[in-house]
């Protein structure tokens, strides 16, 4: 059997089962020892280098990048101050990453559902990332005009003729009416508006303009209800007295000129946006039907929808 040195005298097996404890005591403080060491001597190489930051990232708040771009973007549209670029930078980036903080609690507070134009607009920008960021051509502009011309109309274009019996005093108002009654009765029967204006009607406080108007110039000078009688009627058709602010008015179509296409080159800018709007709905929609395809959704026993009272 093995011997050992120990207090001066030769121990055999029992003392060296005694001293095993302290040995590996030693052995682990040796290892921590070189691993710290180790550690040093990495830290100290000059040919090491951390792990390379993301190109185009100004930061990252809690696992979210902010883009050097946005950065840019947003000082760029900053006013500018007495602090140098570096600082206006550096301010702007700040100002991000607390918006970045604060729309994260935001969201973990469910602040987001709760408020319909902060989801409608998140749905815009959500359309945006989805929506192809080519531009549409010509010939694709030009068939989605084409495809839908009731967009891209002029409005409804009148002319009308005015009858306008004031109302002096309360007690008035019952003459007032039966006299444009009559305007409107002689109007129908065909007799020229010329006579019927001169024998029952007096000059309105604001004349109508001349010849024809659009429905909204009339809505200005006459008011919803009565644009709303006018573009009711069809060409020589006479609408029943109305009561205005100061009297009644009975009017005569004498001319409607229906809404036409306006020509393309005219609305290109409204077809352009038009058709992005499209786009951007239509990204929308297909990315909810992948969504729905994956999504858990649930809904009570006999609920409408696919999936009713099941787990999808």
Do not use: C
């Not at 903080?101 to 409608?120: C, Q």
């Not at 989805?130 to 549409?136: D, E, G, K, N």
């Not at 352009?272 to 809904?299: F, H, I, K």
């Amino acid at each position: 059997m093995a011997r050992y040195p120990f207090g001066g005298g030769w121990q055999i097996g029992k003392r060296r089962r005694r001293s095993a404890a302290p040995l590996a005591a030693t052995v682990l403080l040796g290892a921590a020892v070189a691993a710290v060491a180790a550690g040093l001597w990495w830290y100290d190489q000059p040919n090491v280098q951390a792990p390379a930051w993301p190109a185009g990232v100004a930061a990252v708040v809690n696992g979210r990048e902010i883009p050097t771009a946005d950065v840019e973007r947003r000082a760029a549209d900053e006013p500018r101050s007495a602090g140098s670029a570096e600082e206006a930078s550096k301010a702007v980036l700040d100002t991000l990453i607390e918006e970045t903080l604060l729309i994260e609690r935001a969201a973990s507070m469910d602040l987001v559902r709760g408020d319909p134009v902060v989801k409608a607009r998140l749905l815009d920008l959500l359309a945006e990332r989805q929506a192809t960021a080519s531009a549409p051509t010509e010939e694709t502009l030009r068939a989605y005009y084409a495809s839908h011309l009731d967009r891209f109309t002029g409005p409804l274009r009148v002319d009308v003729d005015e009858v306008y019996v004031p109302v002096s005093s309360p007690e008035s108002a019952a003459r007032a009416l039966e006299k444009a009654s009559e305007a409107a009765a002689r109007l129908r029967q065909g007799e020229p508006y010329s006579q019927v204006v001169r024998a029952l009607g007096d000059r309105p406080p604001r004349p109508l303009p001349r010849g024809v108007i659009t429905i909204e110039e009339f809505t200005k000078a006459r008011g919803q209800a009565a644009a709303r009688s006018a573009a009711a009627l069809a060409k020589g058709q006479v609408a029943d007295p109305q009561l205005g602010g100061s009297g009644y008015s009975v009017y005569l179509l004498s001319e409607r000129l229906e809404p036409e296409a306006l020509p393309y080159e005219e609305v290109v800018e409204s077809v352009r946006r038009a058709y992005a709007a499209s786009v951007r709905r239509e990204a929308l929609e297909q990315l909810a039907v992948e969504l729905r395809r994956t999504a858990d959704v649930r809904l009570p026993p006999g609920g409408s929808g696919e999936g009713s009272g099941e787990s999808k």
